[in-house]
């Protein structure tokens, strides 16, 4: 038995290929926002690291690169749910707030949390990404 396959291409006028859906995780992972988020991450893991590593082992290095890693997406998790609970201007605040207000926002609420932010914006854009699906299947 032999398998049919799948017609593709065709007439590009007529059939126009479909531009990817432009998720959150896209839309994030393409922005200057992920790449600055990405940096302070590495900044603030880096010096955690340093700090702490003369006192443990270097097995302790590889949970540290997973948190460097997931700290631009848990970033963002807690800048949008700052926004969604209160306001940008109070995320403004706290992103750049020139008396070092960011230093503790970040050391004392997105480090700790970091893992299950991650986790909760990688569950968010999933599920909107299958939302998004839908409504294109729909149409």
Same mark, same amino acid.
């Given at each position: 038995?032999?398998?049919?396959?799948?017609?593709?291409?065709?007439?590009?006028?007529?059939?126009?290929?479909?531009?990817? +859906?432009?998720?959150?995780?896209?839309?994030? /992972? &393409?922005?200057?926002?992920?790449?600055?988020?990405? $940096?302070?991450? /590495?900044?603030?893991?880096?010096?955690?690291?340093?700090?702490?590593? !003369?006192?443990?082992?270097?097995?302790?290095? $590889?949970?540290? +690169? /997973?948190?460097?890693? +997931?700290?631009?997406?848990? !970033? !963002?998790?807690?800048?949008? +749910?700052?926004?969604?609970?209160?306001?940008? &201007?109070? =995320?403004?605040? $706290?992103?750049?707030?020139?008396?070092?207000?960011?230093?503790?926002?970040?050391?004392?609420?997105?480090?700790?949390?970091?893992?299950?932010?991650? $986790?909760?914006?990688?569950?968010? =854009?999933? &599920?909107?990404?299958? !939302?998004?699906?839908?409504?294109?299947?729909?149409?």
């Amino acid at each position: 038995m032999s398998r049919k396959r799948k017609k593709t291409g065709g007439n590009p006028a007529i059939h126009p290929p479909k531009a990817p +859906l432009a998720t959150p995780m896209r839309r994030y /992972l &393409r922005s200057g926002e992920f790449g600055w988020n990405f $940096l302070s991450g /590495l900044l603030v893991y880096g010096i955690a690291m340093f700090t702490v590593i !003369k006192h443990f082992s270097l097995w302790f290095l $590889l949970p540290a +690169l /997973l948190l460097i890693a +997931l700290y631009p997406f848990a !970033k !963002k998790a807690m800048d949008s +749910l700052v926004i969604h609970l209160f306001s940008v &201007r109070v =995320c403004n605040f $706290l992103n750049g707030s020139p008396r070092g207000l960011d230093a503790i926002y970040n050391i004392l609420v997105i480090m700790p949390l970091t893992l299950p932010l991650a $986790l909760g914006w990688f569950i968010y =854009c999933h &599920r909107a990404a299958r !939302k998004m699906r839908q409504q294109e299947s729909m149409q």
